[in-house]
């Protein structure tokens, strides 16, 4: 709203006369001349499908009848120039990430369209392209066994303002229940966002509110965030799929941090985040407890974290998703917090806690990319010495514009973790041909070959189509447990394959797998072949 208002008065101010302009091509926006401004910004708003495409009938017509396309000043509170600044091409590529990065916007543009040398200004032109963000929402997967399911309703860009509306009932492996959620990524074009989240679950209520200004662009001074959210549920333990305890878990939590840009040095910017985290869990035996629960905990505490972020972003295809422009930097990224539990917070001990983060992107030539990311946890306590080593690495070689041949690693590494943050591998945490929960550990490794095709097909405008091949090994190992299994502790192997269908013009970029798998298992009861359907947003 008050950037609406700043581009209308902008305007009266400066307007140009096209008369005097010269029309340009986005590849001619290098050749400007140095300390040009901005004069008009335009808009174009594109509806969900474009009715001069072949193949469009009474669907599509209707679908953009019926949608509120994004509104003019809620894009404008998105952009991050103004008309009277000075010209930044790294601007405007910036503010193009920024609306992709809505659910409720597929696609956007940003570009210089016309030069005026008279008052040294460019004209600039915002496209963007909307998403079909209100539907019946109906989700459904199975695998192992397990159906899980979703019905209800959702707006992704409410009235086209942006703001989320979610009100569905779900039921998962873990438990059912009514979940209502109200979202704004962009108060009043503050830069704020919040989110609002009630779940009323078969073993227990949830609330969840969070009110945050990030550092929604490079160059961002200062962030806040505040996060409370308090739940309760039940948690279950598992082995070869099947269920072996159940008790109750209740947690209260509370964040707040301030940030602030401490240093830009090219393209590298350096942040301080400084922060108090409240962090209370308890456990509760019930009648269907079988074994023995974790001990509570309250590790409450203060922390200091330094992030530093170097800039490389590329418009890639075909990485993690398909027929979609992917942002991704190839840039380095890292992370580093160090907390102190306190006791005046009501922590049980003192003691310190590290979290640590270290990403990159290499493009090893024109068509093999590797993507790295490595995450060391720990947790020092009298009495306990806890650590947490992730690491993954993904090489993707695109063989031409319709294939790929990915490879991809996972290994945790785990010491004293707690008993309810086991590190499980089946389904969606690894070997797809095996059940949800099959094994169970400290530590895990995966490793993952998969073939990919991607295709110009679509399903009536509303899914596109792709296929995949995959071979998958790995194992779970470690955990000290009460309950044990000598079949198939073993080092695990799976093979699959099937098709990709992805909804191309939703604000939830579902991507449906639909797969067709085999487990290579000494566990009689396991079938030999399994369809498996899950719902992801990658490929």
């Given at each position: 709203m008050f950037?609406?208002?700043?581009?209308?008065?902008?305007?009266?101010?400066?307007?140009?006369?096209?008369?005097d302009?010269?029309?340009?091509s986005p590849?001619?926006?290098t050749?400007l001349?140095?300390?040009v401004?901005v004069?008009?910004?335009?808009?174009q708003?594109?509806?969900v499908?474009?009715?001069?495409e072949?193949g469009?009938f009474?669907?599509?017509?209707?679908?953009?009848?019926?949608?509120?396309?994004?509104?003019?000043?809620?894009?404008?509170?998105d952009?991050?120039f103004?008309?009277?600044?000075?010209?930044s091409?790294?601007?405007l590529?910036?503010?193009e990430?920024?609306?992709r990065?809505?659910?409720?916007?597929?696609?956007?543009?940003?570009?210089?369209?016309?030069?005026c040398e008279?008052?040294?200004?460019?004209?600039?032109?915002?496209?963007?392209w909307?998403?079909?963000s209100?539907l019946?929402?109906v989700?459904?997967s199975?695998?192992?066994?397990e159906?899980?399911y979703?019905?209800?309703i959702a707006?992704?860009?409410?009235?086209?303002t942006?703001?989320?509306?979610q009100?569905?009932?779900?039921?998962?492996s873990?438990?059912?229940?009514y979940l209502?959620?109200?979202?704004s990524p962009?108060i009043?074009?503050?830069?704020?966002?919040?989110?609002t989240?009630?779940?009323?679950?078969?073993?227990g209520e949830?609330?969840h509110?969070?009110l945050?200004r990030p550092?929604?662009?490079?160059?961002?001074?200062w962030?806040f965030?505040?996060?409370i959210?308090?739940?309760?549920?039940?948690?279950?333990d598992?082995?070869?799929?099947?269920?072996?305890?159940?008790?109750?878990r209740?947690?209260?939590?509370?964040e707040?941090?301030?940030?602030?840009?401490?240093?830009?040095?090219?393209?590298r910017?350096?942040?301080l985040?400084?922060?108090?985290?409240?962090?209370?869990t308890?456990?509760?035996?019930i009648?269907?407890?079988?074994?023995?629960v974790?001990?509570d905990?309250?590790?409450?505490?203060?922390?200091?974290?330094?992030?530093?972020?170097?800039t490389?972003?590329?418009?890639?295809?075909?990485?993690n998703q398909f027929?979609?422009?992917?942002d991704i930097?190839?840039?380095w990224?890292?992370?580093l917090?160090i907390?102190?539990l306190?006791?005046?917070?009501?922590?049980?001990?003192?003691?310190?806690?590290l979290d640590?983060?270290?990403a990159?992107v290499?493009?090893?030539?024109s068509d093999?990319f590797?993507?790295?990311?490595?995450?060391?946890?720990a947790?020092?306590l009298?009495?306990?010495?806890?650590?947490?080593?992730?690491n993954?690495?993904?090489?993707?070689?695109?063989?031409?514009?319709?294939?790929?041949?990915?490879?991809?690693?996972?290994?945790?590494?785990?010491r004293?973790?707690?008993q309810?943050?086991?590190?499980?591998?089946?389904?969606?945490?690894?070997?797809?041909?095996?059940?949800?929960?099959?094994?169970?550990?400290?530590?895990r490794?995966?490793?993952?070959?998969e073939?990919?095709?991607?295709?110009?097909?679509?399903?009536?405008q509303l899914?596109?189509?792709?296929?995949?091949?995959f071979?998958?090994?790995g194992?779970?190992?470690?955990?000290e447990?009460?309950?044990?299994s000598?079949?198939d502790?073993?080092?695990l192997?799976?093979?699959?394959?099937?098709i990709?269908?992805l909804?191309?013009?939703?604000?939830?970029?579902?991507?449906?797998?639909?797969?067709?798998?085999?487990?290579?298992?000494?566990?009689?009861?396991?079938d030999?072949?399994q369809?498996?359907v899950?719902?992801?947003k990658?490929f």
């Amino acid at each position: 709203m008050f950037r609406s208002l700043s581009c209308l008065l902008t305007a009266v101010f400066c307007c140009t006369s096209w008369a005097d302009c010269t029309d340009i091509s986005p590849q001619s926006n290098t050749a400007l001349p140095k300390g040009v401004i901005v004069g008009n910004i335009e808009y174009q708003r594109n509806n969900v499908f474009d009715l001069n495409e072949k193949g469009t009938f009474w669907l599509h017509r209707f679908a953009n009848y019926s949608h509120i396309i994004t509104k003019e000043p809620t894009v404008q509170d998105d952009l991050l120039f103004l008309p009277g600044e000075p010209l930044s091409l790294n601007d405007l590529e910036e503010t193009e990430r920024l609306l992709r990065s809505r659910a409720y916007i597929r696609e956007a543009s940003v570009n210089v369209i016309r030069y005026c040398e008279d008052t040294q200004s460019v004209d600039v032109l915002v496209e963007t392209w909307d998403n079909w963000s209100l539907l019946p929402k109906v989700d459904f997967s199975s695998e192992g066994g397990e159906t899980d399911y979703s019905l209800g309703i959702a707006d992704d860009n409410l009235l086209g303002t942006g703001n989320q509306l979610q009100l569905d009932y779900a039921k998962d492996s873990e438990r059912s229940g009514y979940l209502l959620s109200f979202a704004s990524p962009n108060i009043f074009g503050t830069h704020w966002n919040t989110l609002t989240r009630y779940a009323d679950n078969s073993d227990g209520e949830s609330y969840h509110f969070t009110l945050t200004r990030p550092f929604y662009r490079l160059s961002s001074n200062w962030a806040f965030s505040l996060d409370i959210e308090q739940k309760k549920e039940e948690i279950k333990d598992y082995l070869l799929g099947d269920e072996v305890n159940l008790y109750d878990r209740k947690q209260k939590w509370f964040e707040t941090y301030a940030g602030f840009k401490i240093a830009e040095q090219g393209n590298r910017i350096h942040r301080l985040n400084v922060g108090i985290t409240l962090d209370d869990t308890k456990f509760q035996y019930i009648d269907e407890t079988q074994y023995a629960v974790p001990e509570d905990r309250n590790l409450s505490s203060v922390w200091l974290e330094y992030q530093m972020l170097q800039t490389d972003y590329k418009k890639l295809f075909n990485i993690n998703q398909f027929n979609r422009v992917e942002d991704i930097n190839l840039g380095w990224q890292a992370r580093l917090r160090i907390g102190r539990l306190q006791s005046w917070l009501s922590a049980d001990n003192p003691g310190w806690q590290l979290d640590s983060e270290l990403a990159k992107v290499w493009q090893l030539n024109s068509d093999t990319f590797l993507l790295g990311n490595s995450r060391y946890q720990a947790l020092w306590l009298k009495e306990m010495n806890q650590h947490l080593f992730s690491n993954q690495l993904q090489l993707v070689h695109q063989l031409n514009n319709s294939s790929s041949a990915v490879g991809i690693i996972n290994a945790e590494f785990g010491r004293q973790l707690f008993q309810d943050n086991a590190l499980y591998l089946g389904g969606d945490t690894g070997l797809r041909a095996f059940p949800l929960y099959y094994q169970r550990g400290d530590s895990r490794i995966v490793a993952t070959a998969e073939y990919r095709y991607f295709t110009d097909w679509t399903i009536l405008q509303l899914l596109d189509v792709g296929f995949a091949s995959f071979v998958d090994a790995g194992r779970s190992w470690g955990a000290e447990q009460d309950f044990d299994s000598n079949i198939d502790d073993g080092v695990l192997f799976g093979v699959g394959g099937g098709i990709r269908l992805l909804s191309s013009h939703s604000s939830r970029g579902t991507m449906i797998h639909i797969d067709l798998t085999h487990p290579f298992s000494d566990n009689p009861e396991l079938d030999a072949w399994q369809w498996r359907v899950t719902a992801k947003k990658r490929f």
